[in-house]
């Protein structure tokens, strides 16, 4: 069973529309998530970090770790054609400097105008 | 602040040959570098993690003969392909991480192998 799986789409949706990306992880040990967003030909960018369960917001990005269930969330509100690029699920295995982070495969998104 | 370069961004070289990459952290000092590499509509996968002044960690199945790491100062780490062959052509991407930045890696903004 890999570590994080993510449903790699693609998704496409009308501009405004409210986008919702999922991963579900496999050890229940984990406690840092994060989503990255990485355009096409550049270097992921970290878009939020979540720390235990909960939920954190950012402007028009909402991250949602449900522990007991072992699912992460990205919800994206108002979507504009400038959020199409691919997101990327980590999480951070391991803690202190010998941490690591383990990727799902990303879903590449597409925002219609 | 937390910025990564990495040089070149696309490189395209002949199979048999070596070709090195650079990643570079600009305003910081970075005590681990992370190499990964990402194939077409696929995850990054670790390739190995150095430290500075020390032998890099490499993850199952990534071959150290093949894939040279060397992480000589705080700012500089250097990933040459050694006997390129077509199945490395790939995306390679950098990240880099410092005391001073906590636990969060900072990714450079890759570059492309093609080898022919």
């Known amino acids: 069973q890999k570590e994080v799986e993510q449903d790699p789409g693609p998704l496409s949706v009308p501009e405004g529309a409210i986008v919702s990306l999922n991963c579900t992880y496999s050890n229940s040990a984990f406690q840092y998530f994060m989503w990255y967003r990485q355009y096409s030909r550049k270097g992921p960018e970290l878009l939020m970090y979540t720390y235990s369960s909960g939920n954190k917001e950012d402007g028009r990005f909402t991250a949602q770790v449900d522990k007991s269930s072992k699912y992460i969330s990205l919800f994206i509100r108002d979507s504009q054609p400038s959020d199409s690029a691919t997101y990327l699920c980590?999480?951070?295995?391991?803690?202190?400097?010998?941490?690591?982070?383990?990727f799902g495969t990303g879903t590449l998104l597409a925002v219609q105008p | 602040g937390a910025v990564v370069s990495q040089h070149p961004s696309w490189v395209i070289c002949k199979s048999g040959t070596s070709v090195k990459i650079e990643c570079r952290s600009l305003?910081?000092?970075?005590?681990?570098m992370f190499w990964y590499r990402q194939f077409p509509k696929q995850s990054l996968m670790l390739m190995a993690t150095?430290?500075?002044?020390?032998?890099?960690?490499?993850e199952q199945g990534v071959e150290k003969d093949k894939f040279l790491i060397n992480h000589a100062s705080l700012t500089l780490s250097t990933l040459t392909v050694t006997s390129a062959h077509p199945e490395d052509s790939s995306f390679y991407i950098c990240s880099a991480r410092g005391i001073i930045q906590g636990y969060e890696q900072y990714f450079g903004p890759g570059t492309r192998l093609t080898v022919t």
């Open positions: 305003d910081f000092q970075a005590t681990t």
């Open positions: 150095s430290n500075e002044g020390s032998k890099a960690t490499y």
């Open positions: 980590a999480i951070r295995r391991g803690g202190g400097a010998t941490n690591k982070l383990i």
